[in-house]
């Protein structure tokens, strides 16, 4: 094909980032920024392996792009400015080819600066689904259900120790308030595959679903090693859960967040079988339970020599009272701790074990971009293998072990999907050598 005839011809996926209102309930309009002019953003749907082309269009006055979370994408496309994929400026529009590995549940969402204005970044409504179709595909259930949480209209509240941390008070799942999107609508003996996204800027979320169970099948897309059947999810920032679910209880339920006070800001959504009625019903959970490790295989220590460890160690510095700390890995913050001298080195092909320390009082979501991880250890428990994620939360004052591959060259952004968090420097970029 000619050039000229190349670029007459549609993209395979067209993105257009504009202005948008989110109704979450007619009471709560939030001025946002969408793709498509919808929240989430539309389901995309990818053959693994297969070249799309794709277009996106910049309405907005503000410079953006696109990350591909969760894919092996070349640092140029990957869409982090930190790795040097170009912002798409304002009024600019972008086109570029892309190869989606690997297959699973992933996600796409904006990966700009927020800083002290709480409506941008991934504070807004830019972020969507994306199923990439392994190449078979086994699918064994009868529907298919995507689900997004999010938090909105967040304010900066000063807490006790003095930092100054988001508080929300709209929270929606496919951006409604409970109560005011359409029930999902199932049959009895249906097997459901859920797939859920926390796409919020930087809440973890509880999730049950009021008379049912999920079994857990994948971890950030990943098949996990042991399908375990549990009663509540946790998901950390930009973490994923694939889950089936038997609807064997008819009647019409609440599936969402686990905590009250959360819940009631609309955080959940009905589920309806066929020919009931009445008023959805919510039990309530009496404890927060989720443990990585119940779908991870007992692993072996390996082989001492054949794994380089990197140790980074988390910790912040205040900047005084009602000011926003600074965020550092090894005691530098980014970008003083990513250039050509600081950066943590990698040589391809090399296996890698990251030794997170968390050395401060807060959570942490870390996430490494353009490849997957698996997770190796938990605090000082045993070896554990198999659970390959993009994500984990590194619990405060705890220690979180693992490994990848150096398998896709290029510039590597490592860390913390809180947005205010990243925006405080809490990222450190690996260089290939
Ligand atoms: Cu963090």
Not at 19 to 28: H, Q
Not at 70 to 85: C, N, V
Request: a negative charge; one cysteine or more.
């Amino acid at each position: 094909m000619r050039d000229a005839a190349r670029a007459a011809t549609a993209p395979d996926v067209a993105l257009e980032i504009a202005p948008y209102t989110l109704e979450a309930s007619p009471k709560r309009s939030i001025k946002t920024v969408a793709y498509n002019g919808q929240i989430p953003g539309p389901l995309l749907r990818m053959r693994e392996g297969q070249a799309q082309s794709v277009e996106i269009r910049n309405l907005t006055s503000d410079d953006e792009i696109v990350h591909w979370h969760g894919l092996f994408l070349p640092s140029e496309i990957d869409g982090a400015m930190e790795e040097g994929t170009p912002m798409i400026a304002a009024g600019a529009s972008t086109r570029y080819t892309m190869t989606p590995n690997p297959a699973g549940f992933r996600w796409y969402h904006t990966h700009t600066f927020a800083g002290k204005n709480l409506t941008k970044a991934q504070y807004g409504g830019l972020h969507g689904f994306l199923l990439i179709e392994p190449r078979d595909n086994p699918a064994r259930y009868d529907q298919e259900v995507f689900l997004g949480l999010h938090d909105w209209h967040g304010q900066f509240l000063s807490s006790d120790d003095g930092f100054m941390n988001p508080v929300y008070d709209v929270t929606t799942i496919n951006g409604k308030m409970l109560g005011f999107g359409d029930p999902i609508q199932v049959k009895q003996g249906e097997r459901v595959m859920m797939h859920i996204l926390n796409s919020s800027p930087t809440e973890v979320h509880w999730i049950s679903f009021s008379g049912h169970s999920f079994r857990v099948v994948a971890l950030d897309g990943n098949p996990v090693p042991k399908s375990r059947e549990v009663e509540m999810l946790r998901l950390a920032p930009a973490e994923r859960v694939s889950a089936i679910v038997e609807m064997n209880h008819p009647g019409v339920w609440v599936l969402g967040e686990v905590r009250k006070h959360v819940q009631a800001t609309g955080m959940g959504i009905v589920i309806e079988y066929g020919n009931s009625t009445g008023k959805p019903v919510w039990n309530q959970p009496q404890e927060l339970v989720w443990d990585y490790r119940l779908f991870a295989n007992p692993g072996l220590t390996a082989p001492g020599g054949s794994v380089k460890p990197i140790e980074l160690a988390f910790d912040s510095k205040f900047q005084g009272h009602g000011n926003e700390e600074l965020w550092r890995i090894n005691g530098l913050t980014y970008p003083q701790n990513s250039t050509p001298v600081t950066s943590p080195l990698l040589q391809a092909g090399q296996r890698y074990r990251l030794v997170m320390k968390n050395k401060s009082m807060d959570d942490h979501p870390m996430h490494l971009h353009r490849h997957t991880f698996e997770v190796r250890r938990l605090e000082d428990g045993a070896e554990i293998a198999g659970l390959r994620k993009d994500v984990i939360l590194v619990h405060a004052g705890g220690t979180v072990e693992v490994e990848f591959v150096a398998n896709n060259p290029g510039k590597t952004l490592f860390h913390c999907h809180q947005q205010d968090h990243m925006d405080r420097g809490f990222m450190v970029l690996l260089r290939y050598a």
